[in-house]
Nanobody, 126 residues
Framework: QVQLAESGGGSVQAGGSLRLSCAAS????????MAWFRQAPGKEREPVAR????????YYADSVKGRFTISQDDARNTVYLQMTNLKPEDTAKYYC???????????????????WGQGTQVTVSS
């Protein structure tokens, strides 16, 4: 049974940093697409970042480029989202998602992902 467990959310002031973690379990293959999405109240879930575990290729939404970094720890089966220089507009619930395939394609959208975590709240105050 595939499970994704996020942690690391919290409240910070603008300019601060947080690191989110997503621990994955139950996958039969290490090759997969791991992604972070976020959803603010009243808004649609939007892509943040993606990591292709087999190639380490990364994708970032324009809104977070240069501020967020996605990485993986193979030994812990965990993907991280390091967030720096946080802004109030980053406030949202952040979700980890995974799709068990080697090629993650060129786009990042909600409909590409089968497995989702429960989400972790990030609140940035001005």
């Amino acid at each position: 049974q595939v499970q994704l467990a996020e942690s690391g959310g919290g409240s910070v002031q603008a300019g601060g940093s947080l690191r989110l973690s997503c621990a994955a379990s139950g996958f039969s293959d290490s090759r997969r697409c791991m992604a972070w999405f976020r959803q603010a109240p009243g808004k649609e879930r939007e892509p943040v970042a993606r990591l292709t575990t087999s190639t380490y290729q990364r994708y970032y939404a324009d809104s977070v480029k240069g501020r967020f970094t996605i990485s993986q720890d193979d030994a812990r089966n965990t993907v991280y989202l390091q967030m720096t220089n946080l802004k109030p507009e980053d406030t949202a619930k952040y979700y980890c998602a995974s799709e068990p395939r080697a090629n993650c394609g060129t786009r990042l959208s909600v409909d590409q992902y089968t497995y989702w975590g429960q989400g972790t709240q990030v609140t940035v105050s001005s």
